[in-house]
């Protein structure tokens, strides 16, 4: 597969125009960390916006940055890192699960939609997303938002891109929304007998007023920091006095849930950076990985379906709202997830698995029709030919 590598957005576009004219196919990716993701996609040619890097502007002040979409991932937590700001998404470091040596560019980050573990309360990454420039399928430059949240009229392009896998256009500038860094961050860690009673744990921890800002269930054995067993862990974030305070009451309300340790803010950072990088899942390199979205209360019968159909390992978040689930990449290991997710009234996300599998079994759910029919729409208009990353998310 021949790599296309266009040093300004200018040449980017005028790659796109060639393939248009052309109707050659084109594979859509930053530093391919995530090319292992979702279906294999049937281009002979890949575009690549590895050389399009920099942060273009940054207002502390306004808590918003600015960087063009190869840019890697750490260099703006860098940046940002300098004035005590961060993305407020936590979007996960995927590069170990799909044996990346590079890490994630900002507009893969921005569409894959990734997100972590304080999703549950700042919301997804393309909520946060102020604005973009970006190529359609037909080599024209648009851009959509400005610099702050109240700046749509009409299609609101910047939440269309955002999690289309590059199948709608080409993202090659970013703006982001950004937030302080907390000064302090605690950790409540309660052992629990099971799914069942971990959730109860997550969901009172969520329910409480002491502002959580991650939820999630170690299972199977793979907890980092020393933890065992199947652990409920409640997150918050903010001054070193009001973190001290909030999570002595919040051990308080939840005492009788089962045994619990406080993590100091070291311990948490290192716990949590795991929890996002879904690593407590323990896959080894040949297993299948999904991600089921379901409401947090039907995560207990997700588990007992998956664990009865094969052997499953887990690790919930979001509360139990999402669901990371890894085992033998088979087509009935597939369909119980599936199964699962159904059950659930939820979504299911073949993340990784073998081309062999990822070619002939559904990776995302059938869209609705209504909602399917307005996608067709959408992308006629934006990629008429179907020139951008073909397969990658349907067959």
Not at 45 to 61: C, E, H, V
Not at 218 to 239: C, K, N, Q, S, Y
Not at 278 to 303: H, K, M, N, Q, Y
Not at 354 to 361: D, E, I, M, Q
Request: charged share 20%; net charge neutral.
């Amino acid at each position: 597969m021949s790599l296309l590598l266009p040093e300004t957005e200018e040449a980017l576009a005028a790659e796109i125009a060639r393939a248009h004219a052309a109707r050659e196919p084109l594979g859509i990716e930053g530093r391919g960390t995530k090319r292992a993701m979702l279906r294999p996609v049937q281009a002979a040619r890949t575009l690549s916006t590895r050389n399009l890097t920099g942060i273009t502007l940054y207002r502390p002040t306004e808590l918003m940055i600015r960087a063009r979409a190869g840019t890697p991932i750490p260099e703006i937590e860098a940046a940002l890192a300098e004035n005590n700001q961060q993305i407020i998404a936590e979007p996960p470091d995927l590069s170990a699960m799909f044996g990346a040596s590079e890490a994630a560019t900002l507009g893969g980050v921005v569409s894959t939609n990734l997100s972590g573990p304080r999703r549950i309360m700042w919301g997804a990454m393309r909520d946060h997303v102020l604005g973009i420039r970006a190529v359609t399928g037909e080599g024209e430059v648009f851009r959509s938002g400005g610099r702050v949240l109240k700046n749509v009229t009409g299609l609101d392009l910047c939440k269309l891109l955002t999690g289309a896998h590059g199948t709608l256009g080409v993202l090659t500038e970013v703006t982001l929304k950004v937030l302080p860094r907390a000064e302090a961050t605690g950790t409540l860690a309660i052992r629990v007998p099971d799914a069942a009673r971990g959730v109860a744990a997550l969901s009172a921890a969520l329910g409480s007023p002491y502002g959580v800002s991650g939820a999630a269930l170690l299972m199977d054995g793979h907890a980092p920091m020393g933890l065992t067993g199947t652990v409920a862990l409640a997150r918050i974030e903010d001054f070193r006095e009001s973190v001290t305070y909030r999570m002595g009451k919040l051990r308080e309300e939840l005492a009788e849930l089962g045994e619990a340790t406080l993590l100091d803010t070291a311990a948490s950072h290192s716990l949590w950076r795991a929890v996002r990088d879904a690593e407590p899942l323990g896959a080894t390199p040949d297993e299948a990985i999904w991600r089921i979205s379901v409401a947090p209360s039907a995560a207990p019968r997700a588990v007992i379906a998956l664990r009865a159909a094969f052997d499953a390992k887990l690790l919930l978040d979001w509360g139990g709202g999402l669901i990371w689930v890894a085992g033998p990449a088979t087509e009935h290991a597939h369909g119980a997830v599936m199964q699962a997710a159904a059950g659930g009234r939820g979504s299911f996300t073949l993340f990784r698995a073998p081309a062999s599998l990822a070619a002939t079994v559904p990776v995302l759910p059938e869209e609705p029709p209504p909602l399917a029919a307005i996608a067709r729409r959408v992308k006629a208009t934006l990629d008429p030919h179907g020139l951008l990353n073909p397969g990658r998310m349907r067959a």
